[in-house]
């Protein structure tokens, strides 16, 4: 089992900047990619961006060059840097954790949402 738990969430006005942080312990040894996902109000949730245990990044398009996901190892913490916020951005944003096999990513872990609110 692995546990995720989530912090940094708030409210910020629009073109501010927040940082998430993820948070993981229990048996991540199976863990290869971690990921960020964001659930808005009447809508389905969507996959924000992630990282590969070799450090390699993916975003939706809607967030490239605005928000950047990091990973300490030592801390086994992953972050999600988020500058220039727009009131679109509004979300429960979610943590993730799982595995790429033969190219096809599986979450197993979630963490249970921090809610990040952009004010116009």
């Known amino acids: 089992q692995v546990q995720l738990v989530e912090s940094g969430g708030g409210l910020v006005q629009a073109g501010g900047s927040l940082r998430l942080s993820c948070a993981a312990s229990?048996?991540?040894?199976?863990?290869?990619?971690m990921g960020w996902y964001r659930q808005a109000p009447g809508k389905q949730r969507e996959l924000v961006g992630d990282?590969?245990?070799?450090?390699?990044?993916n975003y939706a398009d809607s967030v490239k060059g605005r928000f950047t996901i990091s990973r300490d190892n030592a801390k086994n913490t992953v972050y999600l840097q988020m500058n220039s916020l727009k009131p679109e951005d509004t979300a429960v944003y979610y943590c993730a954790a799982g595995r790429t096999t033969w190219g096809r990513t599986q979450y197993d872990y979630w963490g249970q949402g921090t809610q990040v609110t952009v004010s116009s």
């Open positions: 229990g048996s991540i040894f199976s863990i290869t990619v």
């Open positions: 990282i590969t245990s070799g450090g390699s990044t």
